[in-house]
């Protein structure tokens, strides 16, 4: 995985709550079992009709909007526990999806595929709905190390909570198995540990 410290960058703003996974990669691209080519499908139904033409209402498809950062209404990934979506997410290019609540699942799985949820109170996620509206290339600020979140435009930020593992994962661009790695040394005292 990639690293992440600290992320700038304008943001898509997809208002709309209770977005499940089905939603996020529709059931009939479940049947891959590689992550390429999952992005091109993310929210397939909403993105384009049934003749496969492009919905130009929606906003990953309005070319005022743009960024690596996507901002959803409230319990953004419910439904299905599907990792694929979270596969989705990431390979349309999104490193973090900003909500007022997340599905425990979606999270795990976003986190465990490099993309940073980041649960803001409902307050916040209208402030920055609000500032997206106002200008659509509005920059964000998302700092993995002091776990905040930060409007440039107005200087408004909150902190979010973050599991310390996963954290640490994150910063480094470890998966689980990097992790175990990371940790030989220390693993080998302690077994010399116990041997002895």
Request: aromatic fraction near 12%; include cysteine.
């Given at each position: 995985?990639?690293?992440?410290?600290?992320?700038?960058?304008?943001?898509?703003?997809?208002?709309?709550?209770?977005?499940?996974?089905?939603?996020?990669?529709?059931?009939?691209?479940?049947?891959?079992?590689?992550?390429?080519?999952?992005?091109?499908?993310?929210?397939?139904?909403?993105?384009?009709?049934?003749?496969?033409?492009?919905?130009?209402?929606?906003?990953?498809?309005?070319?005022?909007?743009?960024?690596?950062?996507?901002?959803?209404?409230?319990?953004?990934?419910?439904g299905s526990?599907?990792?694929?979506?979270?596969?989705?997410?990431?390979?349309?290019?999104?490193?973090?999806?900003?909500s007022s609540?997340?599905?425990?699942?979606?999270?795990?799985?976003?986190?465990?595929?490099?993309?940073?949820?980041?649960?803001?109170?409902?307050?916040?996620?209208?402030?920055?709905?609000?500032?997206?509206?106002?200008?659509?290339?509005?920059?964000?600020?998302?700092?993995?190390?002091?776990?905040?979140?930060?409007?440039?435009?107005?200087?408004?930020?909150?902190?979010?909570?973050?599991?310390?593992?996963?954290?640490?994962?994150?910063?480094?661009?470890?998966?689980?198995?990097?992790?175990?790695?990371?940790?030989?040394?220390?693993?080998?005292?302690?077994?010399?540990?116990?041997?002895?």
């Amino acid at each position: 995985m990639d690293k992440f410290t600290k992320l700038t960058s304008s943001a898509i703003p997809l208002e709309i709550e209770n977005i499940d996974t089905d939603q996020i990669i529709p059931a009939r691209f479940l049947k891959a079992t590689d992550k390429k080519g999952f992005g091109e499908n993310l929210f397939r139904d909403w993105r384009f009709d049934k003749n496969g033409n492009t919905n130009t209402d929606f906003p990953l498809n309005d070319k005022k909007f743009s960024g690596s950062i996507l901002v959803a209404g409230d319990n953004f990934g419910c439904g299905s526990s599907r990792e694929h979506a979270a596969w989705a997410v990431h390979g349309y290019g999104f490193k973090v999806v900003v909500s007022s609540f997340f599905a425990d699942i979606f999270k795990g799985n976003a986190l465990n595929n490099g993309v940073l949820p980041v649960q803001v109170s409902p307050s916040f996620l209208k402030n920055i709905f609000e500032e997206i509206k106002k200008n659509p290339e509005a920059d964000i600020e998302v700092d993995l190390e002091a776990q905040t979140i930060t409007l440039l435009s107005n200087q408004q930020s909150e902190s979010f909570e973050i599991n310390s593992y996963k954290k640490t994962c994150l910063i480094n661009g470890y998966d689980d198995i990097d992790f175990l790695v990371s940790m030989k040394e220390e693993i080998q005292a302690f077994e010399k540990d116990r041997v002895e």
